[in-house]
């Protein structure tokens, strides 16, 4: 059967690159998130399955960051919005079968709201 797995932002599955801060926020899944306001520093989940999403809060002071899947750019995607929401599936890609893959977010560095935010991963496990 299917299983749905949440991969909070400490996980040994998620490598950061760059300059990459750790906050506590009682909204967040966990109670806590990770975030960048450089430009390129970067999250990569490495995970098996057949579908991935990425959790992540949004606001007015988040940017973008360009989303790669297996290596391949899919897009960008702004995390801001004009009031502040927890828990957002920001982005989601799904194969139809498991098998290795990766999922990585890159920080574009947003002039004047620079902030991404790792909130956590979710992988869908297919059997």
Request: hydrophobic content about 40%.
């Amino acid at each position: 059967s299917a299983a749905v797995v949440l991969a909070e932002q400490t996980s040994s599955s998620i490598v950061y690159a760059g300059a990459w801060n750790s906050g506590a926020n009682k909204y967040a899944s966990g109670s806590s998130l990770k975030y960048a306001t450089r430009s390129n520093a970067s999250a990569t989940y490495s995970f098996s399955g057949g579908g991935v999403a990425w959790v992540a809060y949004r606001g007015p002071n988040r940017g973008s960051a360009r989303v790669y899947v297996d290596g391949v750019y899919k897009k960008t995607v702004s995390l801001y919005a004009s009031t502040y929401s927890a828990k957002q599936i920001v982005f989601a890609f799904n194969w139809g079968s498991s098998g290795a893959h990766k999922i990585k977010v890159v920080a574009v560095g947003t002039k004047g709201h620079p902030r991404i935010d790792v909130d956590a991963f979710i992988r869908l496990s297919l059997p």
